[in-house]
């Protein structure tokens, strides 16, 4: 009788493109997992939790049905089944957040007691966290530099896929994959996400995907022409896709870099949006604290508001009801659809923080309750990025002019309109704050903790 491996999925839900996948399938029969830990879900709003949902049934689609679902503590599940098949490798994609980190050790402990082991795998990114490097070892901390080592080496490996390229047709790596089974949980109840969302899973994943890359004037080639334009909301929405790995980023460089080389302005463009995602998993699993706290932690002294005016101004926030009309846009994007533009999500993100004087991770908070793609190292470092309190790249003092970055990035109000339906008449609120007074308010407050004149 063949060995059995457990093969535990977590955000790797796919079965194409998979090492880890294809390791186990080397060693003999391959029993599919996930375990709904109540950790995760109690993080996972709505939204995210009816997408993992729907991924979970696509999965188990795509394992011929086989695939064991079990709900508790993946410590102490993990372990139990492994004995319980016989398994002696556990094998899985790498998981390099900081709650994975801790929860993944604490199994490989428990499995080894009890001689068997886990077993890792790749990851959920292009590169490794940790594996971009300065010379002398330090990690990278502004992007420019790790985006240029990010490509270099990318470009070195011919951004293969990694391990084998499997199509999800039942075999891997040429070898037909033998799914084996045990009794398993139903898959967590799907909870009404209060919003449309996007097809789930590996094939609609991989449909999006091909759409894209040969869109004429929407998709990849000229993502570079119309991706801060929000009205034409023609960015890839992989997003959610990548959330869960359904699809994994080396599968996008790959058919980018068809043989020659990664060419053109817009594939270009959208593989550094790709290093970006990168660039923030790997400062989180160098600096882990940085979830919630400043990455910069001499701004640990700003002055915020968090009273109970606070809370009031907050909750317009939330409501999209500010007056500021590309900013309630967006935040009523984000309630009707779990997703919103980036350039929005920038713009909000700024408002919230510099208008406001709120603290960011009320808004990273908010956004992880509505995003379908809600992802701790993009958003909370996407946040920190507008907060000014994290890498470098918009310093404090560059405030974002919302009536501006309205006029520039949605001049004909299309998007506006779209999302605002009030816009037009006389129930849409006046401007909640005067911009050039809370510019001026959050530059003194900056003064107070950079001494910047
Ligand atoms: C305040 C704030 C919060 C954010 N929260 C999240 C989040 O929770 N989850 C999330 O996946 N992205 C987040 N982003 C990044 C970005 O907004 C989304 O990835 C993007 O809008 C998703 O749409 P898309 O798939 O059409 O992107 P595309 O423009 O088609 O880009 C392709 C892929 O590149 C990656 N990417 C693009 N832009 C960024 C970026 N700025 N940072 C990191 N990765 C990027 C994403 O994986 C995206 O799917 C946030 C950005 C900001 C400013």
Do not use: M
């Given at each position: 009788m063949a060995a059995v491996s457990v093969m535990w999925f977590r955000r790797d839900l796919r079965v194409?493109?998979?090492?880890?996948?294809?390791?186990?399938?080397?060693?003999?029969?391959?029993?599919?997992?996930?375990?709904?830990?109540?950790?995760?879900m109690e993080r996972s709003g709505a939204p995210r939790a009816a997408h993992l949902h729907?991924?979970?049934?696509?999965?188990?689609?795509?394992?011929?049905?086989?695939?064991?679902?079990?709900?508790?503590?993946?410590?102490?599940?993990?372990?139990?089944?492994?004995?319980?098949?016989?398994?002696?490798?556990?094998?899985?994609?790498?998981?390099?957040?900081?709650?994975?980190?801790?929860?993944?050790?604490?199994?490989?402990?428990?499995?080894?007691?009890?001689?068997?082991?886990?077993?890792?795998?790749?990851?959920?990114?292009?590169?490794?966290?940790?594996?971009?490097?300065?010379?002398?070892?330090?990690?990278?901390?502004?992007?420019?530099?790790?985006?240029?080592?990010?490509?270099?080496?990318?470009?070195?490996?011919?951004?293969?896929?990694?391990g084998d390229v499997t199509a999800a047709d039942g075999t891997c790596d040429g070898r037909p994959i033998?799914?084996?089974?045990?009794?398993?949980?139903?898959?967590?109840?799907?909870?009404?996400?209060?919003?449309?969302?996007?097809?789930?899973?590996?094939?609609?994943?991989?449909?999006?995907?091909?759409?894209?890359?040969?869109?004429?004037?929407?998709?990849?080639?000229?993502?570079?022409?119309?991706?801060?334009?929000?009205?034409?909301?023609?960015?890839?929405?992989?997003?959610?896709?990548?959330?869960?790995?359904a699809i994994h980023p080396r599968r996008l460089l790959s058919d980018l870099h068809a043989g020659n080389g990664i060419r053109g302005d817009g594939p270009r463009t959208f593989a550094s949006e790709l290093a970006w995602r990168d660039f923030y998993a790997d400062v989180l699993?160098?600096?882990?604290?940085?979830?919630?706290?400043?990455?910069?932690?001499k701004m640990d002294t700003m002055r915020l508001d968090r009273d109970d005016a606070a809370r009031e101004l907050f909750q317009q926030w939330c409501d999209g009801r500010t007056g500021f009309p590309i900013v309630d846009a967006g935040m009523r994007q984000l309630l009707a659809t779990g997703w919103m533009h980036n350039r929005v999500r920038m713009i909000v993100a700024s408002f919230l923080v510099k208008d406001l004087h709120l603290p960011w991770q009320?808004?990273?908070?908010?956004?992880?309750?509505?995003?379908?793609?809600?992802?701790?190292?993009?958003?909370?470092?996407?946040?920190?990025?507008?907060?000014?309190?994290?890498?470098?790249?918009?310093p404090y003092f560059r405030v974002f002019n919302p009536t501006r970055q309205f006029e520039r990035y949605d001049p004909d109000g299309d998007y506006v309109r779209r999302w605002v339906d009030d816009f037009d008449t006389d129930r849409y609120p006046d401007p909640m704050v005067d911009h050039a007074a809370e510019r001026d308010e959050a530059l003194a407050r900056y003064k107070e903790v950079s001494g910047r004149s």
């Open positions: 194409g493109d998979h090492p880890a996948l294809a390791a186990a399938v080397e060693a003999g029969d391959v029993l599919p997992l996930f375990v709904v830990d109540p950790v995760l729907d991924c979970l049934l696509a999965l188990r689609e795509s394992t011929d049905g086989h695939l064991v679902v079990r709900h508790g503590d993946p410590t102490e599940i993990v372990p139990a089944l492994a004995a319980e098949t016989g398994a002696e490798t556990v094998f899985v994609t790498r998981d390099h957040g900081p709650y994975g980190r801790r929860r993944d050790a604490e199994v490989a402990d428990r499995l080894r007691s009890d001689d068997r082991k886990l077993r890792g795998v790749g990851c959920n990114y292009a590169l490794e966290p940790g594996s971009v490097r300065k010379r002398d070892g330090d990690p990278y901390a502004v992007f420019t530099p790790f985006s240029r080592v990010w490509f270099d080496v990318l470009a070195g490996e011919s951004y293969s896929v990694p033998a799914w084996t089974t045990v009794d398993g949980d139903d898959p967590p109840g799907r909870p009404d996400p209060g919003c449309e969302l996007p097809p789930a899973g590996e094939a609609a994943a991989l449909e999006r995907w091909r759409e894209y890359l040969v869109a004429d004037g929407r998709g990849v080639r000229d993502y570079d022409q119309h991706r801060d334009d929000p009205a034409a909301d023609a960015t890839s929405h992989l997003s959610p896709h990548l959330k869960w790995g699993f160098q600096r882990p604290a940085t979830a919630w706290s400043n990455l910069n932690p009320w808004g990273a908070r908010h956004f992880l309750d509505h995003l379908v793609d809600g992802d701790l190292a993009s958003n909370n470092h996407g946040w920190q990025w507008a907060a000014g309190t994290g890498t470098d790249a918009a």
